[in-house]
């Protein structure tokens, strides 16, 4: 049998740090030093529109924003809540969807029944998937849920949509999806189970870990929030851009 951390690091090796272009992308795991939990999301970009970006943080809300909003064309898929949270409930996505998980969840819907009402996000001809987590610490010892939407490959109109929920991962590893599988044209969308990822360290070793890893011309913006055994967070990200596009 092969070892968690073999899988983990192949999985990095392949998909993140030789990657040119996995998109935007989301892990949830455990920390590795105590019981916490970890969710990494981060954003890349190969257009003007894309790299005019950046996070920012409210107390426990990680949102895209311009950084020039004199260029914002359309900011419909690019400016967004990408983490929310309800009591005992984290959630993270790749797009406006969050709001929809949030308010859903909120009036007592479940994850798949919010995100039935999404569909893959309309960037034709790419039809980028709509990613998504959720941690749900109201049950022990913390289930974590993934989604991937995406257009179907016969007919991009019509949209396939995927629920995972695997086990909970050992200590130091998380489950992670990104947007797509690599370069291209159009951008090839992420095909498979989720990736078995490492959350090795300190969360600011997690931040800097994925950051270092990431193809450092298409790297925009990246977030690490840490979740305490009693339920409260942090969230720490890294810019590549603040006052200006580049």
């Given at each position: 049998m092969i070892d968690a951390n073999t899988i983990a690091t192949n999985a990095f090796v392949k998909?993140?740090?030789?990657?040119?272009y996995p998109g935007r992308g989301l892990v949830l795991g455990r920390a590795s030093d105590?019981?916490?939990?970890?969710?990494?999301?981060?954003?890349?970009?190969r257009s003007?529109?894309?790299?005019?970006?950046?996070?920012?943080?409210?107390?426990?809300?990680?949102?895209?924003?311009?950084?020039?909003?004199?260029?914002?064309?359309?900011?419909?898929?690019?400016?967004?809540?990408?983490?929310?949270?309800?009591?005992?409930?984290?959630?993270v996505s790749n797009g406006d969807q969050t709001r929809t998980l949030y308010q859903s969840l909120q009036a007592g819907?479940?994850?798949?029944?919010?995100l039935a009402t999404r569909e893959r996000e309309p960037d034709a001809p790419h039809f980028t998937p709509r990613i998504s987590g959720m941690i749900d610490l109201?049950?022990?010892?913390?289930?974590?849920?993934?989604?991937?939407?995406?257009?179907?490959?016969t007919n991009p109109e019509l949209t396939d949509r995927y629920t995972y929920h695997p086990a909970t991962p050992a200590p130091g590893y998380g489950y992670g999806l990104t947007t797509y599988m690599s370069p291209g044209t159009p951008l090839p969308?992420?095909?498979?189970?989720?990736?078995?990822?490492?959350?090795?360290?300190?969360?600011?070793?997690?931040?800097?870990?994925?950051?270092?890893?990431l193809n450092e011309d298409n790297r925009i913006s990246l977030a690490v929030k840490y979740i305490a055994d009693d339920g409260q967070s942090t969230l720490q990200i890294h810019n590549r851009f603040e006052s200006e596009v580049r």
């Open positions: 998909h993140i740090r030789s990657n040119p105590d019981h916490g939990w970890i969710i990494a999301y981060w954003i890349m970009g003007e529109q894309s790299r005019n970006r950046r996070f920012t943080v409210s107390g426990n809300v990680l949102k895209t924003e311009p950084v020039d909003a004199s260029l914002v064309a359309d900011p419909s898929l690019i400016i967004y809540e990408a983490m929310l949270e309800l009591p005992g409930i984290y959630l819907l479940s994850f798949d029944a919010a109201r049950q022990q010892p913390g289930p974590i849920t993934l989604s991937i939407l995406k257009a179907n490959q969308s992420f095909t498979g189970d989720p990736l078995l990822l490492p959350c090795q360290g300190a969360p600011e070793e997690v931040l800097s870990f994925y950051w270092n890893a």
